[in-house]
């Protein structure tokens, strides 16, 4: 029983046919009062009409006409088509009365029934026009919703090669300053840059990784970077997620807040720079801060800009977390934060329980 069900839910010919018949049956039994084949024959040239009116606006009236602009025409048809079928049926029904020997006045019976089928008609025809705009809306809708949903999955995905090209550029320029200056950590950088590059090759593939994955890929990176100097500097990294089991970020979601600190601190000719970044998970919010000191003196007026690292960020986040997050840019004379916060509660609600 619930397969026979779960099938008349899933066909919508199947509907409309068993629609149509309960129509057939209530037309049929309210003309019982008179006789059999009354019911049967009025009946069913009623049927007849008031189906056929409906799948010509529906089918032909609507979609060929109306929808193409030709709304003269469009009404014309109908208005004609609704009177000659009026017409029938009332004409039909007074020749049925005199059939079956009824007497009646056959003037006033004419107008009668004209003025009853015109009105069924009529909200047949209307009825016909709800319906096709209706499902037209819907379809509309989730029709915009595909193409909105695959534009924002093309933009994903040229966003995560803008990220990984910007990363391999930067990647290229530290194997370049390692190998002229430092000869005897070469091999050590290489291996690690070799890790981080099957991160971003293989596991960023996906629209969705574990935030385990991208909080190790940071603290290589992190390593990665501090290799550059003899010294030990002001860099620092603070985790503090217990459970992270769980929760899924887009790849390389943070990565591009990580580079900025490194790329606009002075730590090669500032011994007071500083680099501090924080990453935190409490009741289901990620919290992300990213803060690093910048030179007395900017040599060029493009230092401070935020470039298309977080631009980038910018635009995944709005594509994965819509009005879910918050993030607040503090550019100081001497220092620059960028706090993220997103709400994983909300997100996994919009997403019907999926990870975020």
């Known amino acids: 029983m619930n397969r026979i069900i779960n099938y008349i839910r899933s066909s919508t010919t199947l509907q409309s046919i068993l629609i149509w018949i309960i129509v057939y049956l209530i037309g049929f039994i309210q003309n019982l009062w008179i006789s059999v084949e009354w019911s049967l024959k009025v009946g069913t040239l009623n049927f007849i009409c008031v189906l056929s009116l409906y799948y010509i606006t529906y089918k032909i009236l609507i979609p060929k006409l109306l929808i193409r602009g030709r709304k003269v025409w469009y009404f014309l048809f109908s208005f004609a088509l609704i009177v000659l079928s009026a017409n029938i049926c009332a004409r039909f029904e007074v020749y049925m009365f005199e059939s079956l020997k009824i007497e009646i006045d056959h003037e006033f019976r004419f107008v009668f029934s004209i003025s009853r089928y015109a009105t069924i008609l009529i909200l047949t025809y209307s009825i016909s026009n709800i319906i096709f705009f209706t499902r037209k809306t819907t379809e509309d809708a989730k029709q915009k919703e595909k193409l909105l949903s695959e534009k924002n999955i093309l933009e994903v995905r040229v966003l995560k090669s803008q990220i990984n090209s910007h990363f391999i550029f930067n990647a290229l320029n530290n194997i370049y300053s390692m190998t002229y200056f430092k000869d005897e950590y070469t091999s050590g950088y290489v291996l690690?840059?070799?890790?981080?590059?099957?991160?971003?090759?293989?596991?960023?593939?996906?629209?969705?990784?574990?935030?385990?994955?991208e909080i190790e890929y940071i603290e290589?990176?992190?390593?990665?970077q501090k290799l550059r100097f003899e010294n030990d500097k002001n860099i620092t990294f603070t985790c503090k997620v217990e459970d992270n089991t769980n929760i899924s970020v887009p790849p390389m979601l943070f990565q591009p807040l990580v580079e900025n600190c490194f790329k606009h601190t002075p730590l090669e000719v500032d011994k007071n720079s500083y680099i501090h970044i924080l990453l935190e998970v409490r009741e289901m919010q990620i919290y992300f801060v990213a803060e690093n000191s910048q030179p007395l003196i900017k040599n060029t007026p493009t230092q401070n800009d935020t470039g298309i690292g977080i631009e980038n960020v910018k635009r995944r986040l709005e594509l994965y977390y819509e009005n879910n997050y918050t993030l607040d840019i503090s550019n100081n004379p001497d220092s620059f934060k960028v706090e993220l916060s997103i709400n994983l509660q909300t997100s996994q609600d919009k997403k019907h329980g999926g990870n975020i």
Not at 192 to 213: A, F, N
Not at 220 to 224: E, S
Request: charged share 30%; aromatic share 12%; with cysteine.
């Open 220 to 224: 290589n990176f992190i390593d990665f």
């Open 192 to 213: 690690k840059l070799g890790q981080m590059m099957r991160y971003v090759m293989e596991d960023c593939e996906t629209e969705l990784t574990p935030l385990s994955k």
